[in-house]
């Protein structure tokens, strides 16, 4: 294509060299810093800088349109989904993006090291001298208090006011980016693996018993949401993929006692498979099993008997400025033959990434969707506080659950009746507008909710979680013990099984797997489909927060899901 040879011609330009003179202006900029970070003073000019040159998108706005349409049902063109090929074509930017981004850099002297599959991006490493002249940015070191690490960043840069429409963003600049938090481990003294009594065997026929009011388990999962026991046809294109970041790895013997204990219904020798992203690893030493890890793939091997079940490891050391999300989305969108869920139990309060950034993302998971694959993204422990609990004035989102393309869950707790778990972070976006498959829900929600938290969110933003599952005293096997672990974390692993059951049932009637599951969830409203929760709260920020209530609220979204029910409206 044009804007790949364009863009392979500058990797032997000549040494950096002045700027020449062009027209600036401001193309990002935030007023401060989050707290936790620490200004230390201006970045070493011979520091080398690692940044990434994202180009505007030739078409976006087809691309989104076309994963409405495949993900809508009752659209003629309803799980069509796009191929690989299909969905990169929207996106790849127009030729003349290219070659304007491609002589600006070329102009300064600037050798590109690497472009992305579509063109979408480039890579450059330069001296933080050459990029303050380059962008007209000033850049420092900055500290985050809690681990020690340092970053150099910039609280605004500009570019060449004739790059407007052309170049979207470089990053990273004005990120400043939270390390993740695990949930706790409580150990639960009575379990050793000589002294368990595996939890009865439930049908959805047979009262959940007083002890998953205290210790949740996979069983009292399949006996409260209907999920079912028996072996699916197990569809070899069907897999469900579980990611792991910041050094979280999960630990194959623990897996094998959890299966042993408290899934009958699943074979002892089931196993996950594993695949590194950049320097991801797989240790099985039982000091470096992760409590995140494990929820994750206990709670979806344990639910999703026999389907496919992939660990994606993420390397620490990949230098995205994002974590390893940019890394692993476009990592999984370059697969020919991607899994068709993935869960993703780790996230961030929605202004730390910027708006660049997050926007890029969500266009990313926007690819994925359009191709067939469900993201499901837990909200969050906060309540109404973001990711943890923390002092704030305003309400603060998390994405990637602000995301209008992906699938948001919260948290729920008890079993008779079930409530809202008051850490259930949820609310409104400030970033991304509400799309059209939620306003009948959300806008009766904000009639309900009358002046009640005024000015502390905005009602017009994307609204969140979108469904809910158990989060509170989840039981995990952790070093070979075990112990209950709560968070929306729990959750989202335990939702993203049930869609990858259904997803197997579909194949094996050669139908396409769910896809974007938002306007489907929606169009099933207050349905069957759903147990509403009408009880609990998320408080945060000196608030209660945002009340549960008949219908779809921001705590528990539309519900928990009733999997016969969502099964019989599929036609399964």
């Not at 299909?86 to 102009?107: C, D, G, N, Y």
């Not at 693996?193 to 959805?204: E, F, V």
């Not at 929820?295 to 995205?320: E, L, R």
Request: a negative charge; hydrophobic letters at 40%; glycine letters at 10%.
């Amino acid at each position: 294509m044009f804007f790949r040879t364009s863009f392979a011609c500058c990797l032997a330009v000549a040494a950096y060299g002045k700027p020449m003179a062009r027209s600036m202006q401001v193309h990002n900029t935030r007023s401060n810093i989050p707290s936790s970070f620490r200004h230390l003073g201006p970045a070493p000019p011979d520091a080398t800088l690692s940044l990434r040159i994202g180009l505007v998108e030739g078409n976006f706005s087809g691309l989104e349109k076309a994963l409405m349409d495949v993900s809508t049902p009752g659209n003629p063109l309803y799980g069509q989904h796009l191929s690989k090929e299909e969905a990169e074509a929207f996106v790849a930017p127009k030729p003349e993006s290219a070659a304007a981004v491609h002589t600006w850099l070329q102009e300064n002297g600037i050798e590109i090291n690497k472009v992305s599959p579509t063109g979408s991006w480039l890579a450059v490493s330069i001296p933080v001298s050459k990029a303050s002249e380059l962008l007209d940015a000033q850049f420092s070191v900055y500290n985050h208090t809690t681990t020690g690490k340092t970053f150099i960043r910039t609280l605004a840069y500009s570019i060449p006011a004739d790059l407007k429409g052309h170049l979207d963003y470089v990053h990273p600049t004005t990120t400043f980016v939270q390390p993740f938090q695990s949930p706790k481990f409580n150990l639960v003294p009575a379990r050793t693996n000589k002294t368990i009594t595996p939890a009865p065997n439930l049908t959805s026929n047979v009262p959940i018993p007083p002890l998953c009011d205290f210790i949740v388990t996979p069983q009292c999962l399949q006996s409260l949401y209907g999920i079912p026991t028996f072996e699916p046809p197990v569809e070899p294109t069907n897999q469900l993929g579980v990611s792991g970041f910041d050094n979280q790895f999960a630990n194959r013997q623990d897996l094998t006692l959890f299966i042993e204990n408290l899934c009958p219904s699943v074979s002892t020798d089931t196993q996950f498979n594993f695949e590194s992203i950049g320097t991801g690893q797989d240790p099985q030493g039982p000091s470096q099993a992760g409590i995140e890890a494990n929820i994750d793939i206990q709670y979806t091997v344990g639910i999703a008997n026999m389907v496919p079940v992939t660990f994606f490891s993420i390397g620490t050391q990949i230098s995205d400025g994002a974590s390893g999300f940019l890394e692993f989305i476009e990592s999984v969108l370059g697969l020919t033959n991607p899994p068709l869920v993935l869960s993703t139990s780790y996230g961030f309060n929605e202004g730390e990434l910027g708006e660049e950034i997050a926007a890029n993302l969500c266009r990313l998971y926007a690819q994925a969707g359009a191709r067939g694959i469900s993201l499901i993204f837990n909200t969050g422990d906060g309540g109404v506080s973001g990711c943890v609990t923390q002092q704030c004035t305003l309400f603060i989102p998390t994405f990637p659950s602000s995301c209008p393309f992906v699938t948001s869950v919260g948290a729920t707790a008890g079993i008779e009746p079930e409530v809202a778990a008051s850490f259930s972070c949820g609310g409104f976006s400030n970033m991304f507008t509400r799309q059209s498959y939620q306003n009948n829900v959300v806008d009766a929600y904000l009639e309900q909710l009358g002046t009640t938290n005024n000015g502390l969110f905005n009602p017009d933003g994307r609204a969140f979680p979108d469904i809910a599952a158990q989060g509170e005293n989840i039981e995990i096997v952790l070093a070979q013990q075990f112990g209950i672990v709560s968070g929306t974390s729990c959750a989202t692993p335990i939702v993203a099984s049930m869609f990858a059951l259904l997803n197997d049932l579909l194949l094996a009637q050669n139908r396409p797997s769910l896809g974007f599951l938002n306007p489907l969830l929606y169009s099933l409203a207050g349905g069957p489909a759903f147990t509403d929760i009408t009880s609990g709260n998320n408080p945060g920020c000196r608030t209660d927060g945002f009340p549960a209530t008949q219908g779809w609220d921001p705590v528990t979204g539309l519900g928990t899901l009733n999997f016969p029910a969502l099964q019989s409206a599929l036609g399964l």
